[in-house]
C-alpha cells in the first residue's frame, strides 16, 4: 500500500471529522450555489493531502485537542479556494477528471464562491484561539496569491531562471504544504526544533511534488509513458525541464523555444521535437536530481523527531512523491 | 464643509500614516504587478470611507495606541480586493473615473492581486494580535462573499423580495462599514454596549448608503439630475426602487420588467418608461424614505457615547449619506 493509503488509514477517525466538518462550514444560509460549487470540488475525490499533513504533525507531536480537525479543514478551504481562481486563471475546463466549476457555472461563481470558502477558512483558524496560527496561515495565503502572480507575469517569457521558478513553485505549491505540517506543530505546542523542522519538511516535500508534476508533464525521465502530457507545453509555461534545456539551446534550438513558448505559435508535432531536446540535454534526468535532493531534504528534517509510525510513514511519502517521476 | 471632509481633516495625521502604511503593504518583494495593479485602484482617489470609519471609532473610544491604523488599512485592503473581484464578476470598465484594472491588465491580474491584498489585510489584523478583532473581520468576509454570490444568483429575478435585497446590500456593503466601525471600539477597549452600537450605527450607515446609491442609479427622488443613472437597469439588477414598483405592476407593467430585467431585452426608451413607472407608483419617495429611516438608526446609535467632535460629525455623515439622494 502507498504511504498515503497507510496514512489515511492511521488517521481515519480524523480524516472523517474533517469531511464533516468541510461539508458543514462550506454551507450558507442565503446563497445555495455556495454548496453547489464547493461540493462540486470537495466532494469530487480530491486527495485531502494537505489535511493529512497537518493531522498527521499535530498527531506525531502527541496532540489531542480537538483543533487541528479545525486547520486540516482550514487548509483543505485555502487549497480548494485557490483552485477555484486556478482554473478561471488558466481557463481550465476539466479538474480531478471532471469538468470545472468555471465551465459548469460561470467564472463569476467560482471567483466568488472562492473568496467565500476563504473567509471560512479564515473563521475555522480564529476558532483556534492561535495567533501564531494565523500568522502563519495569513503569510501563506500572501505567499500563494504572490507565487500566482509572479506565474502569470513571467508565462512565456523565455528568460526566466530557475530562481523565479523555485519562486514560483514556492509559492503556488510549497508554501501550503509547509503552513500544513507547521500549523500541526504549533497547535501541539512542539518544541521550537521541531516546529522548524515540520516547516523544512512541508516546503521541500511542495518542492519536490511540484518538480515532478512538471517533469510528468513531459512525460517524467523513465520508461512509464505519462498520461495528459503536454499542458504546460501548449500553456506556455516556463517549467524547470523547460528552462533547463533553454539555458543549454543551440541557436536553432533557441529559435524553436522562441516560436513555441515565447510567441506561442505551435503546430504538430512540436511537443514531440520538445521532448526530444529535453532528452538531448538531458534536463529530464536533471529534474528528476533535483526532485529527488528535494525529497532526500524532506525526509532527513524529520530526523529530529523521535522515531514513530507517522514520522516513517511521512519519510516514506516524500520518497513516494518523488518516485512517480523515476 | 461636508461631514466627511471634516472627519478626514480632525483626523488627517491618522489618516496619512494609514496612505503610508497601505503604499508600504501593497508591494511585494516578487511580483512587480501586484504594486501597479493596487496602486492604479488605492491611489486612484478613493474616498478612504471605510478606514476613516476605523479611525473615529477608535478616537472617540479614546484610543491611542497604534494599531487603529492597521485596522483603517486592513478594511481598505479588503474593499480594494472585492472592487477588484466585483469589476471581474460585473466585467466593469470604469472604476472612479478610471478604466478598470481587469480592462488595463486583464481578469486573471484582478483576480490574484484581489487574492494578494486580501491576505495582506488578513497579515495586518493579525499584527493587532487581537482575536476579536479577527473574528469580526473573518466574519464580515464570510458574509461580503455570501451576499455577493446571492447578488450573482438573484441578479435577473423579477421574483427578488424586499428581504434577498436587504441580505444583499448587508452583505456586499453593509458587513464591512459594520466592521469598520465595530473594531475601532473593540481595539479601544471600548464598553459592551459601545462597541454594539457602533456595530449598529455601521450596518444601518452601510444600508442607507447602498440604499442610495441605488435610488440615484435611477435619478434619486429629488429634482436633481443624476449623472451615469441606468447601470443597474442596462445590468438587470433588482434594486429597491423596481422591486417596489414590481410588487404594484399591473399586467402590462409586469410584462415590461418581464421583458426588460428577467429577459434583458432592452430598447431605445425603455429606461425612461422604467423611471416612469417608479415614479407613478411613488417607489422613489418610499426608498428615499426608507434611506432616511436607517440613517437616522445609524445617528440614533450613537446616543449612548458621550458628546464629542468625532461623534457630531459621525451623526452628521449618516444625515449626509442620506440627503444625497434627497
Not at 80 to 89: M, Y
Not at 134 to 151: F, H, K, M, P, R
Request: net charge negative; proline share 2%; with cysteine.
Amino acid at each position: 500500500m502507498k504511504p498515503f493509503e497507510n496514512l489515511s488509514e492511521l488517521l481515519a477517525d480524523d480524516l472523517n471529522a474533517v469531511n464533516t466538518l468541510i461539508t458543514e462550514r462550506m454551507t450558507s444560509k442565503h446563497a445555495p450555489r455556495i454548496p453547489e460549487v464547493s461540493a462540486h470540488l470537495v466532494q469530487a475525490g480530491g486527495k485531502r493531502l494537505r489535511p493529512l499533513l497537518t493531522l498527521a504533525s499535530a498527531r506525531m507531536c502527541g496532540y489531542d485537542g480537538p483543533f487541528h480537525v479545525h486547520l486540516a479543514a482550514t487548509v483543505e478551504f485555502i487549497h480548494t479556494a485557490t483552485l477555484l481562481h486556478d482554473d478561471v486563471v488558466d481557463e481550465s475546463d476539466m479538474r480531478r477528471g471532471r469538468r470545472t466549476a468555471n465551465l459548469l457555472w460561470d467564472n463569476k461563481s467560482s471567483i466568488l464562491v472562492g473568496d467565500y470558502l476563504f473567509a471560512r477558512s479564515f473563521q475555522l483558524m480564529v476558532e483556534t484561539g492561535s495567533l501564531r496560527v494565523l500568522d502563519i496561515l495569513a503569510n501563506a495565503s500572501a505567499t500563494i496569491a504572490e507565487g500566482e502572480v509572479l506565474q502569470l507575469t513571467t508565462a512565456q517569457d523565455t528568460n526566466t531562471t530557475e530562481d523565479v521558478y523555485f519562486q514560483v513553485i514556492r509559492g503556488k505549491t510549497a508554501a501550503l504544504f509547509a503552513a500544513a505540517t507547521e500549523v500541526g506543530g504549533v497547535i501541539a505546542s512542539a518544541p521550537e526544533n521541531v516546529v522548524a523542522a515540520l516547516n523544512t519538511y512541508g516546503d521541500a516535500l511542495g518542492v519536490s511534488f511540484q518538480i515532478v508534476d512538471d517533469l510528468l508533464d513531459y512525460g517524467g525521465a523513465g520508461e512509464a509513458l505519462g498520461k495528459n502530457i503536454g499542458d504546460d507545453f501548449r500553456e506556455r509555461k516556463l517549467t524547470l525541464p523547460v528552462i533547463k534545456a533553454i539555458a543549454k539551446a543551440n541557436e536553432d534550438e533557441r529559435a524553436f523555444w522562441d516560436r513555441t513558448i515565447a510567441k506561442g505559435n505551435q503546430q504538430d508535432g512540436d511537443l514531440e521535437h520538445a521532448i526530444e531536446l529535453l532528452q538531448a540535454h538531458g534536463t529530464l534526468e536533471e529534474t528528476r536530481d533535483a526532485a529527488i535532493s528535494w525529497g532526500n531534504k524532506a525526509r532527513s528534517a524529520l530526523d529530529v523527531l523521535p522515531q514513530s509510525r507517522i514520522r516513517d510513514l511521512l519519510g516514506e511519502l516524500a520518497d513516494f512523491v518523488v518516485n512517480r517521476a523515476v
